[in-house]
């Protein structure tokens, strides 16, 4: 049998400047492309989730590029230890290799891989690919990691300079390489999955270049839709920065933030479930649940909280400025843990990142790494006013809609930003000021 390397995809899912598949490509003659669906995530989603709607058209893509170099994907659906004891026994694997995935339990699943792969004799290889710099790349003087956005952006940017980024235009050479082979590539009926009804999977760059000008009018819908293309690798980050940063800085800026979240993640894991600044822990939240319920439904009574909820739970995308300004609704006016509304967009989102979506859950709440003060409390309507004055996106995703004959709001602006700011004001005096 011959000796075969395996290029494991997770959030990769390209082949063009692919940093670990290049690195197998360059140093082994058979390389099998393979993908776990990985039953510990999928067993807890629901059956039209259209993530794995969109991981899967990712990967039929993938395999039709791979048959072009006579080679095919290898699919697998299971708990990835199991599939890997199972592939020990089909081939005779001489490595693996893979890009790093640094969220807690990507980070534990992998730990157990490896020791399974080298308790087999089986070499291990992981890579950077989906951060542009890694948790400690960007560091303090001193050798601490920055909790500060904006010194962090300093020196990245700085780093960033000094680095030279390059762009494959082919690999002929190295598409050689592939494992011949003509795996049967699986239906999403066959994995327990129906195919999702969003249309939101596409991607503009040509929101690049005119990005600060229309990111905060969600009534343009210009935003690029890059962040499941992202998440899920389908684009690669070294590309997009390389492309966006002559045209838009507020673009890099965002990129940035991205990282920023990520080394946060991997510094502070214990942020997944407390808050950043522990004085916090102790806010007296309501969570009411007839509240949350409204919330989540888009039924508050404030126009550009329910467009953005409702279309939320319609394509799984929600526009940047709106996400802020419903998160600040839940967490300020309804006076519920930033934790259920952080829980609620993992669901929804397609976009869904761990690091990025609790650090922004925390800067809305105030309770996270250079986040909005406590007091600082959005006043939906003046949000409406100033960035949908036309109704426009209120009309898109409330198509009945009458300024005059619209659901009674849930609770009273005023009220709710003097509750809100007694709340946190209290628990802060119990921690100690």
């Known amino acids: 049998m011959e000796k075969t390397t395996f290029f494991w995809l997770r959030r990769d899912l390209r082949l063009n400047d692919n940093t670990g598949l290049k690195a197998a490509l360059q140093n082994n003659t058979n390389v099998q492309v393979v993908f776990i669906f990985d039953t510990t995530i999928l067993d807890k989603l629901s059956k039209d989730d259209a993530r794995v709607s969109f991981i899967w058209q990712a990967l039929k893509k993938l395999n039709i590029s791979l048959k072009s170099h006579n080679s095919s994907l290898l699919v697998e659906h299971g708990d990835p230890i199991e599939i890997w004891t199972e592939l020990l026994k089909k081939f005779e694997i001489q490595s693996i290799y893979t890009n790093r995935d640094y969220e807690p ?3 534990e699943r992998d730990k157990k891989v490896q020791f399974l792969l080298e308790s087999n004799g089986v070499s291990y290889y992981d890579f950077k690919d989906h951060v542009f710099f890694e948790k400690d790349e960007i560091l303090k003087a001193d050798g601490t990691p920055y909790t500060i956005y904006t010194p962090y952006k300093r020196k990245w940017l700085e780093k960033f300079a000094k680095t030279n980024v390059v762009i494959p235009k082919k690999q002929d050479e190295l598409n050689r390489k592939y494992a011949k082979s003509n795996f049967a590539f699986p239906s999403l009926h066959s994995i327990g999955f129906s195919e999702s009804k969003s249309n939101s999977f596409a991607y503009d760059l040509k929101g690049v270049e005119n990005y600060d000008e229309h990111r905060d009018f969600p009534f343009i819908d210009k935003t690029t839709r890059l962040g499941h293309h992202l998440r899920f690798g389908t684009i690669s980050l070294r590309s997009l920065v390389a492309y966006a940063t002559p045209k838009n800085d507020t673009f890099i800026s965002e990129l940035i933030w991205r990282d920023f979240f990520s080394q946060i993640l991997a510094h502070f894991p214990y942020v997944i479930d407390a808050p950043f600044k522990k004085k916090y822990a102790n806010i007296e939240w309501r969570n009411n649940e007839v509240d949350f319920k409204l919330w989540c439904e888009g039924k508050t009574g404030y126009p550009i909280v329910d467009a953005g909820m409702r279309q939320l739970n319609e394509t799984g995308f929600m526009h940047n400025r709106v996400r802020m300004i419903v998160a600040s609704f839940l967490i300020k006016h309804l006076l519920i843990d930033w934790r259920w509304g952080e829980a609620y967009f993992a669901e929804k989102l397609l976009d869904f990142d761990l690091a990025s979506n609790n650090g922004n859950w925390q800067w809305a709440a105030g309770t996270g790494c250079d986040s909005a003060p406590y007091f600082r409390v959005f006043n ?47 628990a802060l005096e119990n921690f100690g000021g």
Do not use: G, S
């Open 105 to 107: 339990m990507a980070i």
């Open 380 to 426: 939906p309507t003046l949000q409406q006013e100033r960035f949908d004055k036309n109704l426009d996106y209120i009309k898109r995703w409330i198509p009945d809609f009458e300024p005059n004959n619209y659901i009674t709001p849930i609770v009273e602006h005023k009220m709710a930003r003097a509750r809100a700011i007694a709340t946190y004001k209290t």
